[in-house]
């Protein structure tokens, strides 16, 4: 059985975060904080500070391209508060 992830990632270097989906999260990680990525290589090193698994990849994309929405942004500031919280 595979697993398709959601993801968030915090840059360590700026205020900043980046959502996406991956069929391998480990490799994917590694790949953002070695600066292989384009979007996100100015904002390496992170810190993964969440993601969920699916069984469909459909339903993975489907997920991410929500949390890039102004309500999915919304969202994910409400369930990470907490984590939000703690650095402030």
């Known amino acids: 059985m595979s697993f398709y992830y959601v993801y968030v990632l915090q840059s360590l270097k700026i205020d900043w975060i980046y959502v996406g989906s991956s069929g391998d999260l480990k490799v994917r ?25 699916y069984l469909s990849k459909k339903d993975a994309l489907r997920r991410e391209e ?14 990470l508060r907490e984590h939000f919280h703690d650095k402030s």
Do not use: D, Q, V, W
């Not at 790949?31 to 292989?36: D, L, Q, T, V």
């Open 29 to 53: 990680f590694k790949s953002h904080n070695k600066g292989e990525n384009l979007s996100t290589k100015g904002y390496a090193p992170f810190k993964l500070i969440f993601y969920e698994a």
């Open 66 to 79: 929500y949390f890039k929405t102004t309500k999915g942004k919304t969202t994910l500031r409400i369930m």
